[in-house]
């Protein structure tokens, strides 16, 4: 099993964010995954199962999410990587999939003042490591082998009008 995890947030709008600061969030957020997946997909096919997942984010989902156009992209990159690698890989017995992760009380989210937004959300909290991890684990368990390419929202409920 591979979870990548990694994630670097750049808070700067389009006009602000200079072309070093756009790669240097692809590296993290979208390129990492990409490298990492081709060092571990051949000892996967070789035992004829696996399991890649990505932690991606509801703004690489959702249209309108101003000031973060470079980590939006990059994650929205990430989740359509997780389909690509689906149909690449699934005949080999390895999965791939997406935790849309939104709100989670991490440092990063702690660091964007992402702590407002939780009144928006309808189960009234922040999610938790411990929520991603029970995500991962169901994800990474063989009785999950049918999901396949799917981006799993884990928000809360949170969606942006």
């Given at each position: 099993?591979?979870?990548?995890?990694?994630a670097?947030?750049?808070?700067?709008?389009?006009?602000?964010?200079?072309?070093?600061?756009?790669?240097?969030?692809?590296?993290?957020?979208?390129?990492?995954?990409?490298?990492?997946?081709?060092?571990?997909?051949?000892g996967?096919?070789?035992?004829?199962?696996?399991?890649?997942?990505?932690?991606?984010?509801?703004?690489?989902?959702?249209?309108?999410?101003?000031?973060v156009?470079?980590?939006?992209?990059?994650?929205?990159?990430?989740?359509?990587?997780?389909?690509?690698?689906?149909?690449?890989?699934?005949?080999?017995?390895?999965?791939?999939?997406?935790?849309?992760?939104?709100?989670?009380?991490?440092?990063?989210?702690?660091?964007?003042?992402?702590?407002?937004?939780?009144?928006?959300?309808?189960?009234?909290?922040?999610?938790?490591?411990?929520?991603?991890?029970?995500?991962?684990?169901?994800?990474?368990?063989?009785?999950?082998?049918y999901?396949?390419?799917?981006?799993?929202?884990?928000?809360?409920?949170?969606?942006?009008?």
């Amino acid at each position: 099993m591979l979870v990548n995890n990694a994630a670097m947030l750049l808070v700067s709008g389009t006009l602000d964010t200079t072309l070093e600061q756009w790669n240097r969030v692809h590296a993290v957020n979208l390129t990492g995954p990409f490298l990492l997946a081709r060092r571990c997909v051949g000892g996967m096919k070789e035992r004829g199962f696996g399991r890649l997942i990505n932690i991606g984010s509801n703004s690489g989902k959702m249209g309108g999410v101003s000031g973060v156009p470079a980590y939006a992209a990059a994650k929205a990159g990430l989740h359509n990587l997780s389909r690509v690698w689906a149909t690449e890989f699934g005949p080999f017995g390895i999965t791939a999939n997406t935790v849309a992760a939104c709100l989670i009380d991490t440092e990063m989210a702690r660091n964007a003042s992402l702590e407002a937004l939780v009144e928006r959300v309808p189960v009234r909290r922040m999610g938790t490591p411990e929520d991603v991890a029970w995500t991962v684990s169901f994800l990474a368990d063989r009785r999950s082998g049918y999901i396949n390419g799917e981006v799993m929202d884990l928000n809360g409920g949170f969606y942006l009008d």
